[in-house]
Each structure stands twice: as C-alpha cells, then as structure tokens.
C-alpha cells in the first residue's frame, strides 16, 4: 500500500475522466486500503464510479457513516448489531486478510523468528522486554538474539487492526483478556502508539528492537520484516497466501448473523493465526438512494471481477455464497441495490 493512501484522502483515478464517472466517498479501514485502491483503478471505466478513500481507520470510518459524511464506511471490526440498527446502518464484509507481526532486530531476517500468541500477549503488556527473554530464546534455538530492548509499538488511532489483534491476544492470555480486552482502542499498558498502518511499519522500521502488527497486504508490498507466528494446530506457519487460504477456508457464514464472523485461530495444520474480513457500512435510509447504488455497483464489481486482483495483494476472496448472501442483503435492506 502507498504511505500516500493512508497519510491523507486520496482520490482514485481509473480510465474515465472525471467528467465521465460519478463520485462515491468512503472512509475507515487502512487495511483495506490496498484493494479498494486496485479495484478502483480497474472499475471505474466498466462502472462509471470514481472512488474517493481516506484510509483514516476504522474508529474514525463508523463515525462518519455514522454521522452521513461519507456514502460508506468500512471497518475491520464488525459492529454489533444494536449500533446498526440504532444508526440504521448494514454490513458485508469485502475481503478477507492477515495481520502480520513486523519486527527489527539486527541479525533477524524475514520469516525467521518464531513467537507465539502467549508470547506476544506478554510483550504488549510488558512482562518481556528483552529479544533474548528465555521465552523467545526457547522457541527460537539456533536463532541469535540481542540483548535489546524490545520496543512495542501499537496504532495510535482508532482501528480495526488493532480490534483483530487484541481479540486474538485476548485469546491466548486470559490475563490480556481481563486487563486490556479487545477494541478499535485500547489502553495499552507499554509501547508506543503510531497512526495508520504506515505510521506503525515507520516506527518499527526506526526503532532498533521494534515489534508491531500490520495489515498483510501493506507488509508485502513494503517489504517488511515478518515472523512465524504458532496456529492453534501447534505449527509455526509464515505469513503467506497458502495460510491465510486455510484460516478462511474454515469460516462457517452460516452461523453469524449481519456476517459477523471472528477468523482468528482457527484450526487447522496450515492456518495463519490472526485473521479478519474486512466490513463496509451502509446506510439503509441513505439520503440519496441512487449514490447508495453506485456504491454497491463498485462492490459489486469487485465481487465478480476483482478476485485475482485481491489474490495478488494477498487478501483472500469471499465464497460466491457468501457474494450471493450479500446482494440478498442489498436488496432486502438498502434502497438503490442493483436488479
């Protein structure tokens, strides 16, 4: 993802020129950023709909739907269903991608130190400070680790990034999930807070010992330095396509409603460990009916031709039931939704 989409709003231009194509605006989630900037470069000329995105997060995403500022919203957090209804709002989720730990520890190459859930969990709450902390040293044996500070850092902003990796804490630590629980914002007991996907890779970057967590899509187009992360299989699995494949292959939609799903730590051999859909918000008393329609029109387009558009960012596509599922939702909840 280009650090320009997540430092401000930025207009995504496709083959038609501005004349040709009508606006839609939406904001929110930095992880999802990196495909609704692709889909919209491709779309706009079979569509007719131009795309403007603030990559703001998620926190900030809700508020504005919430408040009528922007056509859609999006988050990676979904929103329990009396917000929606009290703010007259529906959701589908787009995509689905990892979050990844991004690391800098001198000597530490991509994809070669191990942690884990519990151990990440005791890193963030400031009980390991060290790289070389016999907990880190006993799962990576061989590896040589510095006597380094680790410096934690964390999203300064409101972000559904930060609701998926602090509900995946709260899951293997019962003492992360009584002290600081999971949310778009936390009241994080160590580190340093950065704003937006690209603030917290900046500072980690910076930051000799660093460690924080990123959207799997922003970490692979900017090269980031990954870990191996253990699945609730016991298997130690790289951030890559083959993993985040088998997480979502495990989703069972038929059990949530408002598609509500939680993909983190699901099972199996191969599956990576922090998982999320990411969510947009719609209004369902839009003030503009045919702008509602645009917006589904784009989505839409993404759901039938942006697959392997999304396969390349290393997001995962949806089930085709799951697209069906959705435009059932359209037309059933929002004025405008295509025939």
Do not use: C
Request: overall charge neutral.
């Amino acid at each position: 993802m280009r650090v320009a989409t997540i430092a401000a709003a930025v207009v995504l231009a496709g083959v038609a020129t501005a004349a040709q194509a009508q606006q839609i605006t939406g904001a929110g989630s930095t992880f999802a950023a990196p495909i609704y900037a692709k889909w919209a470069e491709a779309a706009q000329g079979a569509t007719g709909v131009k795309l403007n995105y603030q990559a703001i997060g998620s926190g900030a995403g809700i508020n504005q739907i919430n408040n009528r500022t922007v056509d859609f919203g999006a988050s990676d957090m979904p929103v329990p269903a009396d917000q929606l209804a009290q703010h007259k709002l529906m959701q589908f989720p787009t995509v689905i991608g990892g979050v990844v730990m991004i690391i800098n520890v001198p000597g530490v190459k991509s994809d070669e130190m191990k942690l884990t859930g519990p151990v990440l969990a005791d890193i963030y709450l400031g009980k390991i400070t060290k790289w070389n902390d016999p907990a880190i040293a006993a799962l990576n044996p061989g590896l040589k680790l510095p006597a380094l500070a680790i410096a934690p850092v964390h999203r300064a902003d409101g972000s559904g990034t930060t609701f998926v990796f602090t509900d995946y804490l709260g899951m293997q630590s019962p003492e992360w999930k009584s002290k600081v629980g999971s949310s778009t914002s936390v009241s994080w007991p160590v580190g340093s807070g950065a704003k937006g996907s690209d603030g917290v890779a900046g500072t980690v970057k910076q930051v000799r010992g660093g460690i924080g967590y990123d959207e799997s899509a922003y970490a692979a187009e900017n090269h980031l330095t990954t870990t191996l992360l253990k699945n609730k299989a016991g298997k130690f699995v790289a951030p890559a396509m083959q993993t985040y494949e088998a997480a979502a292959a495990n989703a069972d939609w038929s059990k949530v409603k408002n598609f509500a799903i939680d993909l983190n730590d699901q099972p199996g051999a191969e599956s990576w460990p922090i998982e999320s859909a990411t969510f947009v918000l719609l209004p369902t008393d839009p003030k503009d009916a045919a702008q509602s329609g645009r917006v589904m029109r784009f989505f839409n387009w993404g759901f039938e031709h942006g697959s392997d558009i999304a396969k390349q960012l290393l997001y995962i596509p949806l089930p085709d039931s799951v697209h069906q599922a959705i435009r059932g939702a359209w037309k059933a909840d929002v004025p405008g939704a295509p025939k």
